[in-house]
């Protein structure tokens, strides 16, 4: 069976328990039978079905019967429980040498090393910083509560908009030292790059 057949099996599943006849303490004498009670066609191995009991457990919380098959509902939700969005929610894994230079050295959680003024450190501490598409970034939520992409080299040099683009004088895109970055118009970028270059 194709990968996607099976993920729109999982992905979108909306139960109306209220319609389904279910209720804490019923007995299953398997997963598929459990399915089978909910309408739902069951996955039987792998991630999909990892992803499969996920999204139940959102409608109802069961566990399987010790040496058994069985499967017991412990809870019925009125309501389903909200997915966590956890696109960008990494934890702050990054680590960051203050002492050795007179300037800033932050390792990603990968191990990416990136460079940065000391002077910064406490604007770029907060975020959880990672090489993407040969820049440093992260992402935070704005005032919608959505995610947006944050450049380091932008952050540092408080770039906005779209009009204005930063340039890394060395074209290594892990200096973030401020002597390293220069703020111009995107128009203008090849010409400033090439000059710096000869």
Same mark, same amino acid.
């Given at each position: 069976m194709s990968r996607s057949k099976r993920n729109s099996r999982v992905n979108?599943?909306?139960l109306d328990i209220?319609?389904?006849?279910?209720? !804490?303490?019923? %007995?299953?004498?398997n997963y598929p039978?459990?399915?089978?009670k909910l309408g739902i066609e069951p996955v039987l191995r792998g991630c999909a079905k990892d992803?499969?009991?996920? !999204?139940?457990?959102r409608y109802i919380d069961f566990e399987r019967l010790p040496n058994s098959q069985s499967i017991i509902i412990k809870? %019925?939700?009125? +309501?389903?429980?909200?997915?966590?969005?956890k696109r960008h929610t990494l934890r702050n894994n990054n680590?960051?040498?203050?002492?050795?230079?007179?300037?800033? %050295?932050?390792? +990603?959680?990968k191990g990416d090393m990136?460079?940065?003024?000391?002077?910064?450190?406490?604007?770029?501490?907060?975020?959880?910083?990672?090489?993407?598409?040969?820049?440093?970034v992260a992402y935070a939520?704005?005032?919608?509560?959505?995610?947006?992409?944050?450049?380091?080299?932008?952050?540092?040099?408080? %770039?906005t908009g779209t009009k204005n683009t930063v340039i890394h004088i060395n074209n290594n895109s892990a200096d973030n030292r401020k002597a390293n970055l220069r703020e111009v118009n995107r128009g203008c970028r090849v010409i400033i790059i090439n000059n710096y270059n000869n």
């Open positions: 979108g599943l909306i209220k319609n389904i006849d279910i209720k !804490e303490g019923d %007995v299953f004498s039978k459990l399915c089978n992803s499969q009991i996920k !999204e139940i457990k809870k %019925v939700y009125d +309501t389903p429980i909200k997915r966590e969005d680590s960051y040498d203050l002492g050795n230079h007179d300037y800033g %050295v932050g390792y +990603t959680n990136f460079y940065f003024d000391k002077e910064d450190y406490d604007l770029i501490k907060e975020y959880c910083w990672r090489l993407e598409d040969d820049r440093i939520k704005n005032s919608k509560d959505s995610w947006r992409k944050i450049r380091l080299d932008r952050l540092i040099l408080n %770039v």
